[in-house]
């Protein structure tokens, strides 16, 4: 039988739900005793998580986390469905890679609207949820916010760039009671990594990472992290715990990847050669296909 949590009966709100580390979460939430609203572009998958859930635990809404009126209706419909609000995790987020030059000027500019817009936007729809129930709200972020790597600027700025949003959110707001996290994951078994590791260049560019950092971890440890952080209410909280270590050396790692990534990218200039892709992984395909749709508002289900 399992034993009673700080989660039981409490209610989470996931973004990008669908799959990867948001599908991962929403159920070990679930295992934990939370009832949890799922949101998301995919409500097939959406829907296919919350069914498999305990009944009554689990419901989905397919919203754009940019867009604010939807999100706003969202955070008052889950409010409606169960109650309360006790933790939000805005992880909803996609990637591309490769080179500046000559990359794709629309999945740039929507890696940083959904990472970053789209976190905002989710604070502001929840705060005042959060504030009723002195909540916690659990930013992701990546590796990426603390490592500048080459042909990933746009990810890497968006990952910086929630950090410090989060970070000034929890001075914002902490002497309401509301607490807010940083989840930081290096590689993590998704379909965005895979996604990325389909372009050899990129492949070969991660893969010569310095240790531990060119590793590709397994998803289940590291959401379970991220649930003991979210039981915690952490501020800090690090997928995979050689993370911790990496922070004091975030000063110097800028002018070590430019020594670094000169060299690398001198060896991979050939295969870097018309190199322009657009959002990775099945998640990447599918904010894109929603994108292209201009679907409006946000869809109960």
Same mark, same amino acid.
């Given at each position: 039988m399992r034993a009673g949590t700080h989660l039981d009966g409490r209610v989470a709100v996931v973004t990008g739900a669908a799959r990867g580390v948001g599908e991962s979460l929403a159920r070990k939430l679930a295992g934990r005793g939370a009832r949890v609203a799922?949101? /998301?572009l995919e409500?097939? =998958?959406?829907?296919?998580?919350a069914e498999s859930l305990p009944? /009554? +635990?689990?419901?989905?809404?397919?919203a754009d986390v940019t867009d604010q009126a939807a999100m706003t209706r969202v955070a008052?419909?889950?409010k409606d469905r169960f109650g309360r609000v006790d933790v939000v995790v805005a992880n909803a987020g996609v990637a591309t890679g490769g080179p500046l030059a000559g990359s794709d000027p629309a999945a740039w500019r929507r890696v940083v609207e959904v990472n970053l817009v789209g976190s905002a936007v989710t604070g502001r729809a929840f705060l005042p949820h959060l504030t009723e129930s002195r909540g916690y709200l659990l930013q992701i972020a990546s590796l990426a916010a603390i490592v500048p790597a080459p042909l990933? +600027?746009?990810y890497c700025a968006s990952?910086? /760039?929630v950090e410090a949003y989060a970070h000034c959110l929890r001075a914002?707001?902490?002497? +309401? /009671?509301?607490?807010?996290g940083v989840a930081y994951l290096s590689w993590t078994d998704t379909d965005m990594v895979r996604g990325a590791d389909e372009n050899e260049a990129m492949r070969a560019l991660r893969a010569r990472l310095p240790w531990p950092a060119s590793r590709t971890y397994p998803l289940g440890?590291?959401?379970?992290?991220?649930?003991? =952080?979210?039981?915690?209410?952490?501020a800090h909280v690090y997928a995979q715990p050689w993370l911790r270590a990496v922070q004091p050396l975030r000063g110097a790692l800028p002018g070590l990847f430019a020594l670094g990534g000169a060299r690398e990218m001198r060896r991979a200039g050939p295969g870097l050669a018309g190199v322009r892709m657009g959002l990775v992984g099945a998640g990447g395909a599918a904010d894109a296909e929603a994108t292209a749709a201009r679907q409006p508002g946000t869809q109960r289900h």
């Open positions: 799922l949101v /998301g409500p097939d =998958g959406m829907r296919r998580v009944a /009554g +635990t689990a419901a989905h809404w397919h008052a419909e889950v990933m +600027t746009a990952k910086a /760039g914002e707001v902490g002497h +309401t /009671g509301v607490r807010v440890p590291a959401v379970d992290r991220l649930v003991d =952080g979210i039981e915690r209410r952490s």
